[in-house]
């Protein structure tokens, strides 16, 4: 089972919106669902995927090959895709993630326009779960990574 956030999928949806009919891919990260509230449902440990890395349209690296390659491949553990005259399905250059999701037109969330796939492009079972990170300040993050 493949998790993310209402409010992930929502951005995601409208960066596809806004970028068609170009195409838009960009990395998704996950958080333990025992940080966010209102995942209470879930196994504390579950991947949950929450946060995106704006994609940099003026890229031309980013543009061949849909991958931010400034992003360490560490901190995206999926990636994110829009196809906005393809079908919902893995192309060659979108297989560079563990989970990929792909959008298609017309950029809604339902099984026609939105799904999660593994690498090999088989379809993976999705929840969307209506569950968010806790506000966190500067500092916050700061202090988590020990500095």
């Not at 929840?127 to 020990?146: H, N, T, Y």
Request: glycine share 6%.
């Amino acid at each position: 089972m493949v998790y993310i956030t209402r409010a992930l999928v929502d951005v995601l949806l409208d960066l596809a919106s806004d970028a068609d009919p170009d195409r838009v891919a960009t990395g998704v990260s996950i958080t333990p669902a025992g940080e966010l509230e209102g995942a209470d449902e879930l196994p504390s440990d579950a991947p949950v995927f929450t946060d995106f890395y704006l994609p940099d349209p003026g890229n031309p690296v980013n543009a061949v090959f849909g991958v931010d390659l400034s992003t360490p491949a560490r901190q995206a553990q999926g990636q994110f895709v829009s196809h906005p005259v393809r079908e919902l399905e893995v192309t060659k250059r979108d297989d560079l993630a563990e989970v990929i999701f792909v959008a298609v037109p017309p950029w809604e969330l339902d099984e026609r326009s939105f799904a999660a796939f593994d690498r090999r492009g088989e379809r993976r079972a999705l929840e969307v779960v209506d569950a968010q990170a806790p506000d966190r300040s500067l500092s916050d993050v700061e202090w988590k990574r020990g500095r």
